[in-house]
């Protein structure tokens, strides 16, 4: 399913409804924001625990820094 959606002045952006309701999103429920590229994705995080989160946090940022073709080319010949 896709959807268009303005971006407000505050940066904020509304979830449809029938994407809130398809995925069971409320008030209160935590969502982790990732970027690839030009890429956003929004994914809803449900009784997870705070260390598991910490680790999703951790590889997205560590990803950035690793997974680029200047790295990967200096890696080649090894």
């Known amino acids: 399913?896709?959807?268009?959606?303005?971006?407000?002045?505050?940066?904020?952006?509304?979830?449809?409804k029938k994407i809130r309701d398809d995925l069971?999103?409320?008030?209160?429920?935590?969502?982790?924001?990732s970027k690839d590229r030009d890429k956003i994705t929004i994914k809803p995080i449900k009784k997870m625990s705070e260390s598991y989160l910490t680790m999703l946090l951790s590889e997205s940022s560590l990803a950035k820094d690793w997974l680029n073709e200047e790295?990967?080319?200096a890696w080649e010949h090894l």
């Open 1 to 16: 399913m896709t959807e268009l959606v303005t971006v407000g002045e505050k940066g904020q952006i509304v979830i449809p």
């Open 24 to 33: 069971k999103i409320g008030k209160g429920t935590k969502l982790l924001v």
């Open 71 to 73: 790295e990967d080319k």
